[in-house]
T-cell receptor, first 116, second 109 residues
């Protein structure tokens, strides 16, 4: 149990385009989803926390208009990187947390974004 | 001072050796996670602890709440255990995790 998937696993896009990354909890309902980014050889940096049905809470320094987060259902959250630039190239990881036996963060496999 | 400190930062050992990775923290927590990340890969949650000790296969995790310290042990280490191991704290009253800098483990055959 407690499987979290991300799609796509990797994506290459041109500068100026937008990219959507999906995060799904496959076998439990995720009341909260977290989005992280990770630069090479660095630790995870929390970007935002989203609770189902409400607006995401962004960490200081993360542009909410650039990184759009939607958590419309208990099994799906999306992160859209708008007008991507090369400096947005990174590894993006989501985690999902539910209740009861699922009251901890379960991590997705990550999405590697490369912006040319 | 960081809220969470891991040691060592890097560890190289021979196959079969007993491995210990340490995590010390300075804040009140509701839980502590041990995570594993292979090169270029996603995060795998190994353990979530709030007290005592947990064992899964060759992996053992312990936590001492009074001393604010946790250890991750690997018995009979194998090259496939080579990865970055990350200690992450769930601080009391908060949802988000605070991550250690990770320990890069390399097991040579």
């Amino acid at each position: 149990g407690a499987v979290v998937s991300q799609h796509p696993s990797w994506v290459i896009c041109k500068s100026g385009t937008s990219v959507k990354i999906e995060c799904r909890s496959l076998d439990f309902q995720a009341t909260t989803m977290f989005w992280y980014r990770q630069f090479p050889k660095q630790s995870l940096m929390l970007m935002a926390t989203s609770n189902e049905g409400s607006k995401a809470t962004y960490e200081q320094g993360v542009e909410k208009d650039k990184f759009l987060i939607n958590h419309a259902s208990l099994t799906l959250s999306t992160l859209t990187v708008t007008s991507a630039h090369p400096e947005d190239s990174s590894f993006y990881i989501c985690s999902a947390q539910g209740s009861g036996n699922y009251n901890e963060q379960f991590f997705g496999p990550g999405t590697r974004l490369t912006v040319l | 001072k960081n809220e969470v400190e891991q040691s060592p930062q890097n560890l190289t050992a021979q196959e079969g050796e007993f491995i210990t990775i340490n995590c010390s923290y300075s804040v009140g927590i509701s839980a502590l996670h041990w995570l594993q990340q292979h090169p270029g890969g996603g995060i795998v949650s190994l353990f979530m602890l709030s007290s005592g000790k947990k064992k899964h296969g060759r992996l053992i995790a312990t936590i001492n709440i009074q001393e604010k310290h946790s250890s991750l042990h690997i018995t009979a280490s194998h090259p496939r255990d080579s990865a970055v191991y990350i200690c992450a704290l769930r601080i009391q009253g908060a949802q988000k995790l605070v991550f250690g800098q990770g320990t890069r483990l390399t097991i040579n055959p």
